[in-house]
């Protein structure tokens, strides 16, 4: 089934000049950009984006670093797009992440991991009605 996702390419990954790199990975899987933006949030703006997060002990240091620069939203469509794009971007702590993953070539740490992508149907609905309301 067609299906969209939301992806950020995180503040590190966009200051360090990876973000065309890592759209690469994803266009060349065959997925189709249906929207896009470059966009510096507030930290208001992140609690909402992480509300799920907000209690964790990681989340302060996770909303400082949402906040400090530019980053790119993104929303792919493809068939099964939210596992593939999952795939490609390997586990969530770069020092995990499989050799040849976003995270693994990319990423630094916990929170600087290059990109961000919705973890199911319901978290990409509700992430694309934030970031592009409409859509
Ligand atoms: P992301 O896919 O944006 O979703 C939640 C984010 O929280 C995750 O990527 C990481 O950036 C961050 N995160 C999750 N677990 C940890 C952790 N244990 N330590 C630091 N950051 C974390």
Not at 22 to 31: D, F, I, K
Not at 63 to 74: A, K, L, Q, V, Y
Not at 95 to 102: C, D, S, V, W, Y
Not at 104 to 128: L, Q, T, Y
Request: proline letters at 7%; glycine letters at 8%.
């Amino acid at each position: 089934m067609s299906e969209r996702t939301l992806v950020i390419i995180k503040p590190d990954a966009v200051a360090a000049g990876n973000a065309g790199k890592v759209l690469t990975r994803y266009e060349e899987a065959g997925l189709e950009i249906v929207a896009m933006d470059l966009r510096t949030i507030s930290g208001e703006f992140s609690d909402q984006h992480y509300e799920e997060h907000l209690e964790r002990d990681f989340y302060p240091a996770l909303r400082e670093f949402m906040t400090s620069g530019p980053m790119i939203p993104i929303v792919l469509r493809g068939e099964g797009c939210i596992a593939t794009v999952r795939e490609i971007n390997g586990a969530t702590n770069p020092a995990n992440a499989e050799p040849g993953t976003i995270r693994a070539d990319f990423g630094e740490s916990g929170p600087r991991n290059a990109v961000h992508a919705s973890d199911s149907p319901e978290s990409a609905a509700a992430e694309i009605a934030l970031w592009f309301p409409g859509l």
